[in-house]
């Protein structure tokens, strides 16, 4: 059985990711983002797709007249992106170190996407770098999962059959050290491997700590089941910070 280090670098689990796993969030939560951002900004604004993944909301907010840039530093994921996208610019990246040639109306970091950075210190050169790329008022909208959510959900497995691959998911959290790993198996004919994505979870003080030091005023946060309706979400939390300066 061949090993990898990251899921996200092995095409043949960004095809599954794709169309099997992330596309179901965003149906669910772009309603929110369209309330919560999209109603407040011009329909011509231009909006940064921070871990934009393989693309999907970066489809959903282009299809809507915005014009969108999208930034991950997954090679195999920006393939998708760009092939479903093509009119978009998509460019590899690592958000800590991001820096753009243009500022934005609103970046959106999306599916608990920020959980991947392994400290408050990441999170705080990721806001730093969000913080300096969009314009002042400007939203910056993102999604992160709280110990509840984390251990509430992360157990059991899950999984399934697509374009002749079985894959399965095998999530776990763990309390001490604040990290959720997925354990990913996949097997296509003779070929079989074993995939890991990690997680980090923060609290919710090292988050507003990020965002104050990283110069954002104010910030909104809800949970994304209890008070925005998102179905089966509890203890994933949406945030909103704006740029006062």
Same mark, same amino acid.
């Given at each position: 059985?061949?090993?990898?280090?990251?899921?996200?670098?092995?095409?043949?689990? /960004?095809?599954?990711?794709?169309?099997?796993?992330?596309?179901?969030?965003?149906?669910?939560?772009?309603?929110?983002?369209?309330?919560?951002?999209?109603?407040?900004?011009?329909?011509? =604004? $231009?909006?940064?797709?921070?871990?934009?993944?393989?693309?999907?909301?970066?489809?959903?907010?282009?299809?809507? !007249?915005?014009? /969108?840039?999208? #930034?991950?530093?997954?090679?195999?994921?920006? &393939? $998708?992106?760009?092939?479903?996208?093509?009119?978009?610019?998509?460019? &590899?990246?690592?958000? $800590?170190?991001?820096? /753009?040639?243009?500022?934005?109306?609103?970046?959106?970091?999306?599916?608990?996407?920020?959980?991947?950075?392994?400290?408050? +210190?990441?999170?705080?050169?990721?806001?730093?770098?969000?913080?300096?790329? #969009?314009?002042?008022?400007?939203?910056?909208?993102?999604?992160?999962?709280?110990?509840?959510?984390?251990?509430?959900?992360?157990?059991?497995?899950?999984?399934?059959?697509?374009? !002749?691959?079985?894959? +399965?998911?095998?999530?776990?959290?763990?309390?001490?050290? $604040?990290? =959720?790993?997925?354990?990913?198996?996949?097997?296509?004919?003779?070929? =079989?491997?074993?995939?890991?994505?990690?997680?980090?979870?923060? +609290?919710?003080?090292? #988050?507003?700590?990020?965002?104050?030091?990283?110069?954002? !005023?104010?910030?909104?946060?809800?949970?994304?089941?209890?008070?925005?309706?998102?179905?089966?979400?509890?203890?994933?939390?949406?945030? #909103?910070?704006?740029?006062?300066?």
């Amino acid at each position: 059985m061949h090993h990898s280090a990251c899921g996200y670098s092995d095409a043949e689990f /960004v095809a599954i990711y794709d169309a099997c796993i992330a596309e179901s969030f965003i149906d669910r939560l772009f309603p929110i983002i369209d309330r919560l951002v999209l109603k407040h900004i011009s329909r011509t =604004a $231009r909006l940064l797709d921070l871990c934009c993944g393989t693309g999907n909301l970066a489809c959903r907010l282009s299809h809507c !007249g915005y014009r /969108v840039t999208g #930034i991950d530093n997954s090679s195999a994921m920006l &393939e $998708r992106a760009r092939q479903k996208l093509p009119e978009a610019e998509f460019i &590899e990246a690592d958000a $800590r170190w991001l820096s /753009v040639s243009r500022t934005f109306d609103a970046a959106f970091c999306t599916f608990n996407a920020l959980a991947h950075f392994a400290s408050a +210190q990441e999170l705080r050169a990721v806001f730093s770098r969000v913080h300096s790329s #969009i314009d002042t008022a400007g939203f910056f909208f993102f999604d992160l999962n709280t110990e509840e959510a984390y251990r509430e959900r992360w157990r059991g497995s899950f999984g399934a059959t697509h374009d !002749g691959t079985e894959w +399965q998911v095998e999530p776990w959290y763990d309390q001490r050290s $604040r990290t =959720a790993h997925n354990r990913i198996r996949l097997k296509n004919g003779v070929r =079989a491997c074993e995939l890991n994505v990690t997680q980090h979870c923060f +609290q919710q003080t090292e #988050i507003l700590g990020a965002l104050r030091e990283s110069g954002f !005023g104010q910030c909104r946060s809800f949970d994304a089941a209890l008070e925005l309706g998102v179905p089966n979400e509890n203890g994933h939390l949406i945030f #909103i910070a704006t740029k006062s300066s």
